[in-house]
């Protein structure tokens, strides 16, 4: 099989690509492990999608300041200059997303000035288009059905890309299972849009299949991957655990938003405790509420999002939905806990989505821009994908139009039996307990080096079974355990910033760097085997 371009992952990045490769003329394959758009990460975004107003300069500062100053200034002006005209071209005209406007939220033809802004932390101001907070859905759904029907574009559904073709440093495609048989795909440019890495740990807001694929296929084919530490929790995702009842759920995202319209955090004394962390109290950057909540849940047991101030089922509804699903008492607070949630590094890019390999593009969550730097701004991550997705679309269809090759290639062994359904949850039983005890919100020293250990140990355990069988769960573990071993190593070799807080045993802040640094995380090429 052959395309122009190979797009491999359907969220908005990946939609994004594809839409901007065929309105240049090329030829489009997307190849995504999804059957349904729930199963994609962007399905599930609940904030919206922060665009410039009228002072663009006080948007890129206020990505500057969350990233804790890290943020690649260039990436942001990229994303801050280009975020209105795209949303508008793409959201508005293309796919005509009726995001709540003044009123009565349903003008579709409205001019972007009338539509209801929301605030979230982090921003200095409302610049923020929704769909009351299940925004993802509503962007993400017509998005495939308008792709769909696109002459130009093929989608081809429960199929997983198992590792990059390369010939010389060039890629050439990718390897793709799908109804049970691997068949190679020769692409002139290949778009990687695979999400992220949320199956690396044992709690997450992501959808079940974010295995870091993307960033350990590229990272095993040789490409550049960087800032790897920067792992972003989520600090109110709701928690489960307070629950004696509640089963082992995975816990649900409680937006930001919800803190932007008032909402405030207490613990379990119903003590209101951000104002004394951070002068923007619940609106500080995330990172930095994040971890206040973890510490207050650790010192009393519980925190709760206390809604009392709102109308949390009129503004909210969809999430009062989920609450009362959940049996929550939304007079009590909604317990919360951080929650991994979103990985700011990844496949290195540039601005037009290049990576260190030849032919190869990246965009969305498993690439590194620049633009969040240690720390996402709330927001910014639908904007990130379509805005480099489009550049990355754009600029792989000039480079791969009619130059599909085929090239020789070796077929992977599938010689032994299939192994247990079991097998993989086991083993992602351990790497998930691994990654929240050691490379969670907080890290140490001691304790980064063990999961290192813990992780090579069950990575070789994979590599062994993976070398003579094919399957998606055992590529997916694979994946996820080469993406773990690199965020592992890169948070040991660079100091504190953003969502990577280094501590000493003894709990105080700002470790210094590890004398055996090599730079991981901050541009090289690190080893997928660590």
């Not at 002006?77 to 959201?91: I, P």
């Not at 992220?196 to 040789?222: E, H, K, Q």
């Amino acid at each position: 099989m052959k395309a122009d371009v190979l797009v491999v992952g359907s969220g908005i990045a990946g939609c994004a690509a594809a839409l901007a490769a065929a309105r240049e003329g090329a030829d489009v394959l997307v190849v995504t492990k999804a059957t349904e758009p729930e199963d994609a990460a962007s399905d599930w975004a609940q904030g919206g999608i922060a665009v410039t107003q009228s002072a663009p300069e006080e948007f890129a500062a206020d990505i500057r300041r969350a990233s804790d100053g890290t943020a690649d200034p260039e990436a942001v002006e990229t994303l801050v200059s280009e975020s209105r005209a795209v949303v508008e071209d793409v959201l508005l005209d293309t796919l005509e997303v009726e995001f709540d406007a003044v009123g009565d939220g349903t003008d579709a033809d409205a001019d972007a000035d009338t539509f209801d802004l929301a605030r979230e932390a982090g921003h200095s101001s409302r610049r923020i288009l929704h769909v009351d907070a299940s925004t993802g859905a509503h962007v993400l759904r017509p998005f495939l059905k308008h792709l769909s029907a696109r002459d130009g574009v093929r989608i081809m559904e429960d199929a997983t890309a198992l590792d990059l073709l390369t010939e010389e440093g060039t890629v050439r495609g990718a390897t793709v299972l799908a109804d049970g048989e691997v068949e190679p795909v020769f692409a002139g440019a290949t778009v990687l849009a695979t999400g992220g890495i949320g199956d690396c740990y044992a709690r997450s807001t992501n959808p079940a299949g974010a295995t870091g694929d993307g960033v350990a296929m590229a990272a095993l084919a040789g490409a550049t991957v960087s800032d790897m530490q920067y792992v972003q929790f989520h600090p109110t995702a709701y928690d489960p655990r307070t629950d004696p009842q509640a089963d082992d759920a995975q816990p649900f995202l409680v937006s930001e938003a919800v803190r932007g319209e008032g909402a405030a955090l207490r613990d379990a004394d119903g003590r209101r405790f951000m104002p004394d962390v951070h002068e923007d109290a619940e609106l500080a950057p995330r990172d930095v509420v994040a971890r206040a909540v973890s510490r207050a849940r650790d010192r009393t047991g519980r925190v709760v999002l206390d809604v009392s101030d709102l109308d949390f089922r009129e503004e909210f509804p969809d999430l009062a939905a989920l609450c009362d699903d959940r049996g929550v008492d939304l007079d009590a607070g909604i317990p919360v806990a951080p929650s991994e949630h979103f990985l700011c590094g990844g496949v290195a890019v540039d601005d037009r989505g290049r990576t260190s390999l030849s032919r190869l593009f990246a965009a969305g969550e498993c690439a590194r821009t620049g633009v969040h730097g240690a720390n996402r701004l709330a927001s910014t991550s639908l904007l990130e994908g379509l805005v480099w997705g489009v550049r990355a679309g754009e600029t792989a269809a000039d480079r791969g139009r009619g130059d599909a090759e085929a090239v020789e290639y070796a077929p992977p062994r599938d010689s032994d039996p299939a192994l247990p359904d079991a097998f993989a949850d086991t083993k992602f039983d351990r790497l998930g307990r691994t990654m929240d005890e050691f490379v969670g919100i907080e890290r140490t020293p001691d304790g980064l080096g063990t999961a290192r250990a813990r992780l090579r140990r069950l990575k070789g355990e994979v590599d062994a079974y993976a070398r003579t069988r094919v399957s998606r769960s055992i590529y997916e573990l694979r994946n996820a355990c080469v993406s773990s071993l690199l965020v592992a190593r890169a948070a040991a070799d660079a100091p504190s910033a953003g969502c990577h807080s280094l501590v000493d045993p003894d709990g105080r802040d700002g470790c210094e760097e590890s004398e055996e640094s090599d730079d991981a995380g901050r541009g090289v090429t690190p080893s997928a085997d660590d």
